[in-house]
């Protein structure tokens, strides 16, 4: 495809054109990516946090400045010159460049948690911070989801309703490896991880099972819900 003409034209040889253009067939952009910083690694960037000017006109007719045209369309239809839009880019293998802009409330938690983490990140790297914090978020979220747990209870009781047992809740989702189980006529699965949910192979309408503390977790799969 023509994206991926464009991202491989630059490292493109004589001598390596052949084995790079097979390599990269069929790949996604994003694939391509991966592999462009594997066979051409870059080096870190440094960490930078600076503040970022937003763009004003004047008014004539009102004596406080206004914000530019471009800023007063709603988020995702207008990008803002000074506003380019997050990049997770990779470097080399294992690392990725990654550029965001915050707003002042997310600056003033990253610049608590630097100091929270004194002793144990004494350098503040932001890099380290956010992989904590990350770690910490994930946890949480697949607690709330798929009720993971370090220290996991036996069901004691029966399901009631359409109630999914936790204990079923975790097995789907190590069974399914945190991703949609979905697959196509051609045996291809569905590569989604976000908007993941429990959805019942068989429709509860149609005859389906229902998980209760003996039943088999195959009743289910993981699916966002799309598919």
């Known amino acids: 495809h023509l994206s991926a003409v464009g991202m491989l034209a630059p490292h493109l040889t004589a001598e390596n054109a052949d084995g790079l253009l097979a390599a990269a067939e069929h790949r996604t952009k994003a694939e391509i990516a991966l592999l462009l910083a594997a066979r051409f690694p870059r080096p870190d960037v440094p960490t930078t946090v600076q503040a970022v000017a937003v763009t004003v006109a004047t008014d004539p007719l009102r004596s406080e400045p206004v914000v530019a045209l471009a800023m007063q369309h709603a988020p995702g239809h207008v990008e803002s010159a000074s506003s380019p839009r997050p990049t997770v880019a990779p470097l080399s293998p294992g690392r990725f460049d990654v550029r965001f802009t915050l707003d002042q409330s997310a600056h003033d938690l990253l610049r608590y948690a630097q100091a929270l983490l004194g002793h144990a990140v004494p350098s ?40 999914v047992p936790a204990e079923v809740r975790r097995t789907v989702w190590r069974r399914d ?40 977790h195959n009743a289910y799969r993981t699916c966002p819900g799309a598919c």
């Open 124 to 163: 503040g790297d932001i890099a380290e911070v956010v992989k904590r914090g990350l770690a910490t978020l994930v946890e949480q979220l697949e607690k709330r989801v798929f009720a993971v747990s370090a220290r996991p209870r036996s069901q004691r009781s029966a399901a009631k309703g359409r109630h």
């Open 177 to 216: 490896g945190g991703r949609c189980t979905f697959e196509s006529a051609a045996g291809q699965r569905c590569p989604a991880c976000t908007r993941l949910e429990l959805d019942h192979v068989g429709p509860l309408d149609r005859g389906g099972a229902r998980a209760d503390r003996n039943a088999d």
